[in-house]
């Protein structure tokens, strides 16, 4: 069965439920894994996120004196 895809608010939500559940300390051992490695899953989808959206308003020029440098992310139309 396919996973309907999180907004990053609805994966970070999670996560903050995940770590709360697992700092109470009242779960099994095999369900408390179970909950870190959903943990581990939005944590990464919430990184994954996050470069997508800086590389979204980011981006590196190259000047004419070959050096880099940042400058506000124009979209090509």
Do not use: W
Request: with cysteine.
């Amino acid at each position: 069965m396919a996973e309907k895809k999180m907004t990053f608010e609805q994966a970070m939500t999670r996560l903050e439920e995940i770590v709360s559940q697992l700092e109470n300390g009242e779960h099994a051992l095999e369900d408390a894994l179970s909950l870190y490695e959903e943990g581990v899953k939005r944590m990464k989808q919430c990184v994954s996120m996050l470069d997508r959206a800086e590389q979204k308003v980011r981006k590196l020029r190259t000047d004419e004196n070959g050096e880099l440098s940042e400058v506000p992310f124009v979209p090509e139309e």
